[in-house]
């Protein structure tokens, strides 16, 4: 695992050539890659050593991007325009014409075809969301059942005896205790609050 201070074309790169990478976000570091890159899903399964059943979501740069992957309504404008960027996390029903051309991996779009997306506030993801041109892949940096790592030092412990690692870490020092994000579903025009997290959303 590589470590760097700061995102640059070298990261974006190995991000399109399938790299996984730990980054800062809102909340905790976060273990994240190329969202339409089956390779890159499966790898990160094995890093956590997490069974494939739990879909993965994933962080883009504004809402330009959300609007190319969610059926977009009245109800997640609203949610849009008042939480994002922000750590709210919306669970929506992909596009169809995404579903068709099969653009986001399975492991990211869940059997009923919805994905967990959210627009992110912390810069550095958000730049890496935005290098990459397309959604990151945004999941704890910690092995499956262990506490979030919130320090450089907390990730590099957690993996350095595994057998999958990650390819790079950007050290953004030690982040702040953040609650989880908050996580809505948005369906048939009905907002259904799923965990109340660092950001309160009225039902």
Known sequence: MRIVKETNQEIFDALRNGSVVVYPTETCYGLGGDATNPEVVEKIYKIKQRREEKPFLVVVPDIVMAMEYLEWSDELDKVATKYWPGAVTV??????????LRKLAEGVVAPDGTIALRVTAHPIASELARGLGLPLISTSANISGQDPAYSPDEVIKMFEHQEFQPDFLIDAGELPHNPPS??????SGQLT?????SIYVER
């Open 182 to 187: 908050t996580i809505v579903k948005i369906e």
């Open 91 to 100: 669970v929506g029903r992909l596009k169809i014409e995404d579903l068709r």
């Open 193 to 197: 609050v799923l965990r109340q997290g």
